[in-house]
Every structure is written in structure tokens, then in C-alpha cells.
């Protein structure tokens, strides 16, 4: 079984700053590819920043500038920072990743976090 489990979500003011964290556990052979993806309501889920397991990332454009993706292998561990956060950032993120296990690859899923931007 594996899990990732989300936290640092929560309620911050415009111009304001959060850190995500997602950790998988279970039993993991290896994590390849980790990134985060949002929901605003009635909106898909989009993209927002992925990191392989060599450190290279990519960002929606949205995000560039304002939001730093990181891991950390040891831990198996995603991390999100944002900064200059708008009112347009508020969503449920989730953080998704592929995981080896018994040689078979699949990506799983976060539960998500509630991140809102207001004042």
C-alpha cells in the first residue's frame, strides 16, 4: 500500500506565502517524477510544478517566479513554496508522484489540500 499524505494548506492573506509537503510511505521500491496540480471550483486540475528525482523542474507559467518546487529523496518528500500568493491561486492542490513497487509503475495521488488566498 502506498500513501501521500499532504499538509501545510490553509487560509493566508494576498502577498502572503504557504509551504506544502507530501510524503509517500509505503511499501516503495523507487519515486521517479513528483509534482503538484490544483482545482479551483469549477475549474479542471491543472498543472503546476513538477520535479524529477535528477532535481529538474518545470512550472505553468502562472507560477513561475512565485512558487519553488523541491524533494527530498531521503525522505520521499515534495515540497511546494509560494509566494505572492493571489486571490487566483486558491484551490485544492494535490501532489501526485510515480512509484515503483514489485517492478510495476503507477502514479498515485495526494488527498489534497485547501489552499485559500483573502483578506
Known amino acids: 500500500q502506498v500513501q501521500l499524505v499532504e499538509s501545510g494548506g490553509g487560509l493566508v492573506q494576498p502577498g502572503g506565502s504557504l509551504r506544502l509537503s507530501c510524503a509517500a510511505s509505503?511499501?516503495?521500491?523507487?519515486?521517479?517524477?513528483m509534482g503538484w496540480y490544483r482545482q479551483a471550483p469549477g475549474k479542471e486540475r491543472d498543472l503546476v510544478a513538477t520535479?524529477?528525482?535528477?532535481?529538474?523542474?518545470n512550472y505553468a507559467d502562472s507560477v513561475k517566479g512565485r512558487f519553488t518546487i523541491s524533494r527530498d529523496n531521503a525522505k520521499n518528500t515534495v515540497y511546494l513554496q509560494m509566494n505572492s500568493l493571489t486571490p487566483e491561486d486558491t484551490a485544492v492542490y494535490y501532489c501526485?508522484?510515480?512509484?515503483?513497487?514489485?517492478?510495476?509503475?503507477?502514479?498515485?495521488w495526494g488527498q489534497g489540500t485547501q489552499v485559500t488566498v483573502s483578506s
Open positions: 501526485n508522484a510515480r512509484i515503483t513497487r514489485w517492478g510495476i509503475s503507477n502514479v498515485y
Open positions: 520535479v524529477t528525482s535528477g532535481g529538474t523542474t
Open positions: 509505503g511499501s516503495i521500491f523507487s519515486v521517479g517524477s
